[in-house]
Nanobody, 121 residues
Framework: QVQLVESGGGSVQPGGSLWLSCAASGAIHGLLSLGWYRQAPGNQRELVASIEREGRPTYTDSAEDRFAVSISGDSALKTVYLQMTSLRPEDEVTYFC?????????????WGQGTLGTVSS
C-alpha cells in the first residue's frame, strides 16, 4: 500500500509563489511517476505536471511556464514538489498529488488528500 501526504499550499497575493510537496511512502518500489493535478469546483481534475522516477518531467499546457515539478528521495520515501510562480486568482484551486506504479499484477494509482492554494489580494 502506498501512502501520500501533501503539504504546502497556503495563501499568497497575485504574482506570488507557492511550493507544494507530496511525500510517498510504503510500497513505492514499483513507482512509475508522481504527478500534480488541479481541480476547480465543478470541474474535472486535470493534469498539471508529472515526473518519472528517474526525474524526467512532463508538463501540460495548464502549467504554462509558471510551474515546475521536481522529485527527491530514495527507495523508502519519494517526495514530489510543485513550485508555482506568478500565481493568478484562477490558480486558486485544489491540487492533488497522484502516484502511478506497478503492483504485483497490474498498474495502479493513488491520490493525495488535496491541498488548496489561495490566491487573493
Amino acid at each position: 500500500q502506498v501512502q501520500l501526504v501533501e503539504s504546502g499550499g497556503g495563501s499568497v497575493q497575485p504574482g506570488g509563489s507557492l511550493w507544494l510537496s507530496c511525500a510517498a511512502s510504503g510500497a513505492i518500489h514499483g513507482l512509475l511517476s508522481l504527478g500534480w493535478y488541479r481541480q476547480a469546483p465543478g470541474n474535472q481534475r486535470e493534469l498539471v505536471a508529472s515526473i518519472e522516477r528517474e526525474g524526467r518531467p512532463t508538463y501540460t499546457d495548464s502549467a504554462e511556464d509558471r510551474f515546475a515539478v521536481s522529485i527527491s528521495g530514495d527507495s523508502a520515501l519519494k517526495t514530489v514538489y510543485l513550485q508555482m510562480t506568478s500565481l493568478r486568482p484562477e490558480d486558486e484551486v485544489t491540487y492533488f498529488c497522484q502516484y502511478e506504479g506497478l503492483g504485483c499484477y497490474e498498474q495502479f494509482e493513488e491520490w493525495g488528500q488535496g491541498t488548496l492554494g489561495t490566491v487573493s489580494s
